[in-house]
T-cell receptor
């Protein structure tokens, strides 16, 4: 059981370049999320998708776009990368069991924008 | 002011010590409180999940929530070197979105 997988693991971009971060989950979860993690800032939500076909902005959506391709896959796109987008990006998916909802995280993508 | 405040540490303790990790928050609508553990260069994993005020125990770990003080704690008894990680508190209202603390880095020295 792979859980949540992310590709690539590491990427270096030049300012202005574009790229797409890929995320897939095999747990049949409806909800998926993209976070960024920066020192001193903690995890901040970029976008989320409560179900296939829907996406919503989180706390820090500027400079990003997302696509919920199907129930398994949720991608994050940087159209024109900026040094401020240097961060570690985590994808997560969640399920609710009774009143408890657990988010499961992928291993992360480390992005460096020069 | 951030919605969730957490002392970043770092915190170093000898093996076998009791560890206390804490978070404060400002949004009184938070009802669900979590602690995640994150090993270096890995994604966070859920450690404890509590609803509203009270205590929850799971092995060596105890989570406490005091909604009147807007304060949550995680206690680790008989700490082990394998507990060395960053611990993140997280909380939410009834909606999906989680709000995280910045994390406290813990090192347990053998």
């Amino acid at each position: 059981n792979a859980g949540v997988t992310q590709t690539p693991k590491f990427q270096v971009l030049k300012t202005g370049q574009s790229m797409t971060l890929q995320c897939a989950q095999d747990m049949n979860h409806n909800s998926m999320y993209w976070y960024r993690q920066d020192p001193g800032m903690g995890l901040r939500l970029i976008y989320y998708s409560a179900s296939e076909g829907t996406t919503d902005k989180g706390e820090v959506p500027n400079g990003y776009n997302v696509s919920r391709l199907n129930k398994r896959e949720f991608s994050l796109r940087l159209e024109s990368a900026a040094p401020s987008q240097t961060s570690v990006y985590f994808c997560a998916s969640s399920e609710a069991v009774g009143s408890q909802e657990t988010q499961y995280f992928g291993p992360g993508t480390r992005l460096l924008v020069l | 002011q951030k919605e969730v405040e957490q002392d970043p540490g770092p915190l170093s303790v000898p093996e076998g010590a009791i560890v206390s990790l804490n978070c404060t928050y400002s949004n009184s609508a938070f009802q669900y409180f979590m602690w995640y553990r994150q090993y270096s260069r890995k994604g966070p994993e859920l450690l404890m999940y509590t609803y509203s005020s009270g205590n929850k125990e799971d092995g060596r770990f105890t989570a406490q929530v005091d909604k009147s003080s807007k304060y949550i704690s995680l206690f680790i008894r008989d700490s082990q070197p394998s507990d060395s990680a960053t611990y993140l508190c997280a909380m939410k209202t009834g909606a999906n979105n989680l709000f995280f603390g910045t994390g406290t880095r813990l090192t347990v020295i053998p």
